[in-house]
């Protein structure tokens, strides 16, 4: 069997999963059409491919030469989706990939500026940016503070991030804001609304109405896109209005730990 083979025993029980999510996600949807990004760190190839098989177009990936590894065996129309901590120095091996998508964790503009630089000039379309809030406020969480009111927001990191992208890095559009919800809040999201989630849709509003007063283009059609939600809060997180969720156990099942 080579590398890009699964069993069949494996191609239905993605083919279940994948199926049983997409219908939560309907289920659940607050807009008219949330993308699924399936998260496939530490999964083989194979497993890409018969979700690919199935029509599934959006990946998620954490680690950068991960990513150009899976990327180099696989179609060339998936949309690759960054979700993991980007360092600078491996900006230029992320812009190789020719269909890297979207970048969903950027934190500051020495990560941006670099990212812009490393883009090829081949590149016919930008390069989607969300840039990471940490809504929780946890240590271990990246991302930057969210906004909390409009009076503040003018010498925010984030507001001065968002500007930053849109007028000083052509090779990129910012696309939204993205964010990992705290556990506790995930597992009271059943009861009561997630507050984490409503956190993110404030700081969007304050930081919109901030860049509608700039020029550039951002978002789309005037409003910037949510990325919030995983396996665990997903549907309370297209209920709050998130347009992008990332799911990795629900669709592969239990990662092993990486050795």
């Known amino acids: 069997m080579s590398s890009l083979e699964t069993s069949p025993e494996r191609c239905e029980e993605l083919a279940q999963s994948l199926a049983e999510i997409r219908d939560r996600v309907r289920t659940a949807a607050s807009n008219d059409?949330?993308?699924?990004?399936?998260v496939s760190k530490y999964k083989p190839?194979?497993?890409?491919?018969?979700?690919?098989?199935?029509?599934?177009?959006d990946f998620g990936e954490n680690y950068v030469q991960e990513l150009v590894d899976k990327a180099e065996q696989l179609p060339d129309d998936i949309r690759?989706?960054?979700?993991?901590?980007?360092?600078?120095?491996?900006?230029?091996?992320?812009?190789?990939?020719?269909n890297i998508y979207a970048v969903q964790?950027?934190?500051s503009t020495k990560a941006a500026t670099a990212l812009n630089k490393s883009i090829r000039s081949a590149r016919t379309t930008p390069l989607y940016i969300f840039l990471q809030v940490n809504t929780s406020g946890e240590d271990a969480k990246s991302g930057l503070p969210p906004l909390t009111s409009a009076e503040s927001a003018p010498e925010s990191e984030l507001v001065l991030l968002a500007k930053h992208v849109v007028t000083a890095c052509p090779r990129l559009h910012l696309q939204g804001l993205m964010t990992i919800g705290s556990?506790?809040?995930?597992?009271?999201?059943?009861?009561?609304?997630?507050?984490?989630?409503?956190?993110?849709?404030?700081?969007?509003?304050?930081?919109?109405?901030?860049?509608?007063e700039s020029s550039g283009e951002w978002g789309v059609d005037g409003r910037l896109m949510l990325s919030m939600g995983m396996s665990s809060d997903f549907e309370a997180a297209?209920?709050?209005g998130s347009d992008v969720v990332r799911v990795g156990t629900g669709i592969f099942g239990a990662r092993p730990k990486k050795t």
Do not use: M
């Open 105 to 107: 964790t950027i934190a």
């Open 80 to 98: 690759w989706h960054f979700i993991g901590t980007l360092q600078s120095n491996k900006c230029k091996a992320l812009a190789s990939i020719p």
């Open 238 to 240: 297209l209920k709050a």
């Open 183 to 212: 556990l506790t809040e995930s597992l009271a999201s059943s009861e009561r609304g997630n507050q984490d989630f409503e956190t993110l849709k404030q700081t969007r509003d304050v930081l919109q109405n901030v860049l509608r």
């Open 45 to 57: 190839p194979s497993d890409i491919l018969a979700c690919y098989q199935l029509g599934q177009r």
């Open 33 to 38: 059409c949330p993308t699924l990004v399936a």
